[in-house]
């Protein structure tokens, strides 16, 4: 049986926490044999101190954050020899990053732009989604059955829905405060029905003419610096102090609130950096794994000096539009989960927490947009959860003559005393869009007689 890994062994990691197995044995004085170095690598992997990406000469050896906390547990007695054999100490474990980053930002490492992260990886060798992940997605995102039709011919044929959950769900994520049904009637009325219009509702109306940008241009955009430009610029036309800066690389410092992570700020490296993620994005040959890549390295580097999460969000439906995949629009993605998968990227370059995010938004976005509804599986978990109080909720709505605003009022009150803290903004959130549902053909299965539907009706319009 062979011994466990030894602790030592990590030490090379503790400046380099990427290294192919040459730069691991020259780390060694003596340097290490090849067939030693490998064996120690291997062990190490085994036990959870470090991953392996790549195959032969492209090989490389990533550590994990078990690793992290391992090195950060080593007695300072336990120098590197030559060739010894100590046992790892048993009360090292992995810990899950949220553990981390629930810690206070003052116990936190402070961490810069690691560029190791972005080199580590190889297009088509190395990926961020597991191969049965990839295949699982493809499977579901294509049972919109238009993948042979030309780029864009399904998001364009879903097209107004498509506005409204996008806008609304990404902008919920950089803490818009908007509700679903103020968001549709935002972008249904334009900037025609208010000649003040405050941040969040600028934010709306530049999601969707960031939207339209990419539905217009699917069969020409691509990773490329016009299109992720005029991306940025549509995001945040309006927002910035200084209009230059709208499509612009940033040539000042940034921060990033509640993070222990800084940015790099020598914009030479921002250029050179941005251009190597949108020349290593082109080429990933799987859909998924190119959407995953947008949103793990275009914040990760921070190019924009705002909007840059935005930015990625949508970028990352490029590649399902170009291939009529069923988009991502982020539906029931959780604001905690999201912060903390970035977070987690930010400052740990983990990939894991923000993974599960990127999948379950896949899955549920799928099933939304699908057109062969009956192929998709299990109806809604959740709605069938609360399919009574549901119909409950909406039909007091309309027999209150509730219009848009007084609705979404009268459902936070309601749900902040009756619905238990986890499920609130996920139970409005689908009251607001069974709302905006209805209509005279529909109406009875939410028990309320013709005239109380009418009388709602005209005040709802």
Known sequence: MKSPA??????????????????????????????TALNRLNRLRQAGYVEQQGETRATIYLLTIMGRRALAGLRPDMVLTRYDEVEAPTSIVAEDPRVILRRPVQERRPVGYNRAFLDAYVPNRTHYLPESTR?????????????????????????????IDLSWNSSRLEGNTFSLLETEQLLQQGDEADTSLSNEAIMILNHKAAIEFLLESASEATFDRRTIFNLHALLTADLLRDPAAEGALRTVPVGIGRSVYLPTAIPALIETVFDEILAKARVIRDPYEQAFFAMVHLPYLQPFLDGNKRVSRLAANLPLFQQNLAPLSFIDVSETDYTDGMLAIYELNDVSLLREVFVQACERSAQRYTVIRGAIGEPDQFRVKYRQVLIEQVAAIIRSRCDRRAAVAKLREWAEHSIVERDRKRFVAAAEETL????????????????EFDAWYDSWR
């Open 436 to 451: 905006a549902g209805i209509h005279e053909g529909n109406f009875a299965r939410y028990r309320v007689r013709p005239s």
């Open 6 to 35: 030894n602790l030592t062994w990590l030490e090379p990691f503790r400046h380099h926490e990427i290294l192919s197995a040459q730069g691991y044995e020259d780390s060694f004085s003596p340097q290490l044999p090849r067939r």
């Open 135 to 163: 295949r699982e997605l493809r499977k579901i995102g294509s049972q919109t059955g238009m993948e042979a039709a030309p780029a864009g011919t399904y998001a364009r044929h879903i097209c107004q829905r498509l506005l």
